[in-house]
């Protein structure tokens, strides 16, 4: 991948990574004595590995000429298989912790393993790890097909993924050692943020400017989603992190705000990662792969511009939904109990779209595997944004927060949107990327495609029960008036549901299992046929050297 | 009509990030910014004390250990929830807590009110292995609390930081961290009496784990944990804010 | 380039682009969505004229229902309070024996106190109330501090050697051995007198002679000359089978040299008169139950 880059870009790569071992070295010089000192040597060690990797293809032949005629799609490539391995770590763990909750002392004296340090390993592989890489990597892929310009530089693209991959692991691995901030979703420390500042701002760079190169006069709707994405995540982000380090040389800081007003915050974050991160992204990679692999002309434009404001407009309103019944004043929880409920309207209109644009493919969606992951996910994404704006409604809420009911919901959104978009998407795109006919074996994507769907059902149904007994359990009132169970009476009741998504959770994480063997046999098949298969893609003639 | 502009806006890199910027700022604005300016938000509660140096230590293990994803500190207005936790949360009790931890989840029972509920014995043997006491339970141990040496030279420079973000530490609070959180479990030594004197007299100054010469990390969070739900009374009194 | 088509299979026209062979529909947007929008915004806007709602920079719109969040709650608590007021101001009036008197009170108070005692008691004193290592049974008829309905009400009232209740019991075994009271022959052979008060094969008989000495010194005054304990200061009997810390040599022998002051919280913050009673009634029940 390397010899794709020019020498110029090759010398500026090894540069940056020079200066960020400098940076790795100084922080774990001067934070001896505090966790901040591991990550400094995490910083070295990813440095190192990156100028090795850049010093070996140095000597390697320049890319001539014509490569401006092309996509440049190797940071895609890289994407893909990343994303993969954070899907198989990230569920991994999901699934050891999801046993812990059966079997405790399923575990060692390690503080590490400890069920509160790898939760949020679970959920930041997953969600930033395996979800943001598949972002990235499709929206390169589809920024420049519907733009039909090339990504304006090469370095670029580079520095988005291996940075985004560096805050990842510095977040995952903070956890184990102790460094987080204890925000859901935004867990990472203050360095941390500020690198996926950096990061993110090369990102939108990025996009824009092959935008602005984009030889199609209109941007095309996957292009929105994935705008919003990238900017709106860049505003909660820097927003919902904003901190005081307790010094430059430790790891700790004290958030800004505090109280209600961090908690506002937080959950205007928290529920707009969901929305832009995990949802408007998602819903920008499902508005270019799946009429491309239906061969159908999107629904409705109009549907989508409707749609596309809605959700950008109404999502913003409705994190109060998370903190219904709290100290927040009555008036902000009624304004996300409203605004959630307008929500699904925009909601629906996005999955309906999606959908509807099936109409005259459901044969393909019977017979591709690939197809029906979307098609699923789209199913998904309607599923539980119903359940999303109907969990929102105070007196609903007030018997599923803080229950297993929202972790129902929230891998209904994942395993069965999110990650079903993805995977689809992968199963189409990797055939494109590698320049092969299709996947290397049909019938374990349609073997990862059951696992999925029983994975996911189990799971859910698992949730859904366990959720509703606890939420009964803790409000059930005797004929005397008072309260009929203890606490611990609803735990013990939550053991054989524990076991089952425990269960369910492992079909799951078998998918991604098979579908990184799938992928690398592909690239095999690849390299073995030279790439010779026709690509599904026409290659559309770049103006040179733009 | 809203197609069209819509078909010309599409046309425009630069206004449509604009445009996405303004229509998602919105909902931000209306619903973050007057949390700042209404002072119904917040109740007033003049008996608030502030986390000792030990107590905001055992928060920050609070916090490390992951706690807050089974557990929350937010006891929601709901009667089930006041007749098995105590009076429902007011937002003056987190008022100073950087960052709040109300939590979303619970699959251990809410924790705002623990403190004084049980003996600081049941929160270590607790912590130390919960089976011990609760054989139904599904929480980790966390022995190595025990083990591990609280860090407290660095506590000054905590409180700082906890002044810079709005938290009322004096510079004799700051002066003393360490010195307090030392003194703090071990009521016998000659500094305890200063950490009732910044603190106040309700502060608790025992040997949280059992043992007054170390500080562990377990004495600081079994500090913490009896100190949550007691920095002010005010959920206790006659509530007549209003919010 | 913008060429409209003519899709075969809807029957709509495209919008005539073409991002690499993905190309839309110009479908109409179906009224329902706007009927679905309408009403979903209907029922906000009903919402926000009754509810608070708007923020309006120092103050917010409050909504013509004139509700607030505390005022819902503290409703419903006190119509809680007024649906039991029969049964709870019986309770409180009556004495602990009237209440285990009176069948259809005491299937109340069973059923209101197992919760109660789930959720505050039985994480020391186990779910079955039998307590465990330094949690006394509470089912075996032993009792510390007096097995009568107002000791038990005491207890649970002001807790013992717990500094938030000003009356708190107090009591405290002393730290013999850490504290270098008694040497460690004298610890020792005290440990196997104490031991032959409940079983009397426990130890040679000069270890058991010179035990009696070193405890009619150091521990009568609490214990009692007998070793059969003192309800006023809380020290348990030492001649019956029950024991609090164990009664094997080791636990013994820790117990003596260390000393133990166990904590039990004060309820009286916490648990309002009458569930304080319903819990001492479902208690000394248990006792029963067990006999
Ligand atoms: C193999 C599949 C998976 C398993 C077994 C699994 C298991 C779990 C478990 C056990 C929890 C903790 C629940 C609790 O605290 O009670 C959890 C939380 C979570 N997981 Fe997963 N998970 C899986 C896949 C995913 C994926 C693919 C995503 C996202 C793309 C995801 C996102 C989350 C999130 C956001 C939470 C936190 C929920 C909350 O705090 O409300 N999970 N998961
Ligand atoms: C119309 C769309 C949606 C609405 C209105 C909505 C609403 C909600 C509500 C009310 C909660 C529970 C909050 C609580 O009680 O603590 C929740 C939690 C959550 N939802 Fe959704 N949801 C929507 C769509 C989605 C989708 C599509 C996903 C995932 C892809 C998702 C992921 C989550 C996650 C991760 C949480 C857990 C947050 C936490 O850690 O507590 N939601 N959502
Ligand atoms: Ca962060
Ligand atoms: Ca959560
Ligand atoms: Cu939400």
Known sequence: ?546 | MFTRTHYKLERHTIGFAVAIIVVSAIGGLFEIAPLFTIDETVETAPDMRLYTPLELAGRNIYIREGCYACHSQMIRTLRDEVERYGPYSLAVESKYDHPMLWGSKRTGPDLARIGGKYSDAWQVAHLYNPRDVVPQSVMPAYRWLARNKLRTEDLGRHLIAQRRVGVPYTDDMIAHAEQDAKAQVDPDSDNAEGVSERYGEATHVRAFDGNPRDVTEMDALVAYLQILGRLTDAAYQNKDKGE | MSVEKRDPHTGYLTTGHDWNGIEELNTPVPKVIYICLGLAFAFALIYWLLMPAFPLGLTYTKGLLGVSQHSLIDADLQQAQTDQQTVTSKIATLSVDEVRADAGLMHYVRATAVPIFGDNCAACHGIDAKGGPGYPNLTDNSWLWGGDADAVLETLRVGVNDEQHDDTRVSQMLAFGRDGMLDRNALLSVVTYVQSLSKPDAGTVEAIGAGREVFAANCASCHGEKGAGSIELGAPDLTDSVWLYGGDTQSVFNTVYNGRTGVMPSWEARLSDVDRKILATYVLSLGEAGQ
């Not at chain 1, 939904?321 to 699904?344: C, D, E, I």
Request: proline residues 4%; hydrophobic residues 50%; neutral net charge.
């Open chain 1, 1 to 546: 991948m390397i010899s794709g880059l020019t020498l110029g870009e090759r010398q500026t790569a090894v540069c940056l990574s020079l200066a960020l071992l400098v940076l790795g070295v100084i922080f774990a010089g001067a934070g001896q004595g505090d966790p901040l000192g591991v990550h400094g040597f995490i910083i070295a060690a990813y440095a190192v590995v990156v100028m090795g990797a850049v010093i070996t293809g140095y000597y390697a032949p320049a890319p001539g000429a014509d490569r401006l005629t092309q996509y440049y799609d190797d940071p895609t490539k890289f994407g893909i298989i990343v994303a993969m391995l954070w899907a198989i770590f990230g569920m991994f763990v999901g699934d050891w912790v999801a046993w812990l909750l059966a079997y405790p002392d399923m575990t060692f004296d390690a503080a590490w393993a400890s069920f509160g340090r790898l939760r949020p390993v679970h959920t930041t592989g997953v969600i930033f790890g395996f979800g943001g890489n598949a972002l990235i990597a499709t929206s390169y892929h589809v920024v420049q097909r519907t733009s039909r310009a090339r990504l304006p530089d090469q370095l670029s693209p580079w520095v988005v993924l291996i940075g985004y991959n560096l805050f990842c692991l510095l977040a995952v691995s903070g956890y184990l050692i102790g460094i987080t901030q204890s925000k859901e979703y935004a867990e990472p420390e203050w360095y941390a943020d500020i690198l996926l500042v950096i990061v993110w701002v090369t990102y939108f760079l990025l996009y824009i400017r092959t935008l602005a190169r984009r030889q199609e006069p209109h941007i095309y709707v996957a292009n929105w989603y994935y705008m919003a994405f990238i900017l709106v995540v860049a505003v909660l982000h820097i927003v919902n992190n904003l901190a005081v380090p307790v010094s430059l040389t430790e790891a700790k800081s004290y958030s800004l705000f505090a109280g209600v007003q961090d908690a506002m915050t937080q959950w205007w974050y928290g529920h707009n990662a969901v929305a832009f991160f995990l949802t408007a992204g998602f819903l920008g990679m499902m508005y270019y792969y799946l009429p491309k692999r239906a061969g159908r002309p999107i629904y409705s434009y109009r549907m989508s511009i409707v749609g596309f404001w809605g959700i950008t407009f109404f999502y913003m309103w409705a994190g109060s939904h998370h903190l219904h019944y709290t100290a927040l004043p009555l008036w902000v929880q009624n304004l996300g109990m409203t605004f959630s409920v307008m929500l699904l309207v925009p909601s629906w209109i996005a999955a309906g779209n999606a959908l509807m644009t099936l109409n005259g493919a459901w044969t393909r969606v019977r017979d591709d595997a690939t197809l029906r992951f979307m098609a699923m996910a789209a199913v998904f994404y309607g599923l539980s944004t119903f359940e999303g704006s109907f969990m929102a409604i105070r007196p609903v809420n007030s018997l599923s927060h803080y229950t297993d009911w929202t972790i129902g919901h929230v891998h209904a959104g994942t395993l069965g949107w999110v990650s079903m978009i993805v995977f689809g998407t992968f199963y189409s795109l990797v055939p494109w990327m590698w320049k092969v006919e299709r996947m290397y074996s049909r019938k374990l994507v349609e073997w990862h495609f059951w696992l999925a769907m029983a994975g996911t059902l189990i799971y859910v149904f698992a949730m859904w029960n366990s959720g509703i007994i606890q939420g009964l359990m803790w409000r059930t009132y005797n004929d005397g008036g008072t309260l009929a169970y203890s606490f611990v009476d609803s735990l013990v009741a939550m053991h054989p549901y524990y076991i089952a998504r425990a269960v369910g959770g492992f079909l799951f994480f078998l998918g991604p299992v098979i579908g990184l063997y799938n992928i690398l046999m592909t690239i095999r098949l690849s390299r073995e046929t030279a790439g010779t298969g026709i690509a599904e893609m026409p290659v559309v003639a770049l103006k040179a050297g733009e």
